[in-house]
């Protein structure tokens, strides 16, 4: 068995779908290198099982992240996905996340903060940004008490799909659970509207009725069945996930270029190079005169 996976399901013959995932190494490997007060790596790892959950609806290859900010203690929330979808083959998908945070900043005190609270004023974006075609962007206000009733918001007032999240996070796990009702066209299938809205309303009870510790624990098979064993559920082959940072020397060169040449310059008349670190991944970049010009940096 996989530790970091998302496994999507079908309701046979009816217009409910949904997906389980579980991030252990990955969610781990995003955290390290940072110092983050355990009540946001929670909202972290929350923030990265949710890029993958709101996947589940993309069809090709796409950079999903989920933004949350505001001018509370935490300026900033960021999870994102690469999600790798093949046609054909076992998709996989790639996670990274960075937090910023108002200074100084005690822990302990924060601690059973709600996610408006800690935000303060502010907003949530859902950000995609398909390989191939147009970025999309969706802005709800960060105004619920968790990132999971956001994200029902969110579905609801721009997306119209009735959709429950659950999530949860231990010191080195996140867990999530995301049913969704598809718009009956979309999703091809003739069914009787009255025999949706009954198989959607026990679906959401039966989902209510799981603990966090059981979808900490329990593999997607097992869950499935604990909670749907009356119903004939799909369950599509688990899809991997991995922690792994985009950035490069040269995406980061190309950053100082676009800083420009003066402001470079001001910073190399202080030190013989730039230093640049990734604020996913903690990876230190550094660059001389001659590695900028190179580049193409043009120094007078
Ligand atoms: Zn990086």
Redesign the pocket.
Known sequence: MHSDVIQRFYFSGQPVRGAIVKLQNSYIESLNGHDYPPIVNALLGECLASTLLMGLNLKHQARLSLQARGNGVIHLLMGEAQLKINPGELNQHSI?AVARLKDPYDASAEASLTLDELIGQGHLAITIEPEEGERYQGIVEAKAASLSACLENYFQQSEQLPTTIQLITSPTMAAGLLIQRMPTEESKISANEAQTDNLWEEVNTLAATVSNNELLALDSETLIFRLFHEHVVTLSPPEKVCFD???SEERTGQALLKIGVKEVSALLKLDSEVVMD??????RYRFTQSKLQQLGMKFN
């Open positions: 990274r940072c985009s950035c990734c604020e996913f991944c903690s990876a």
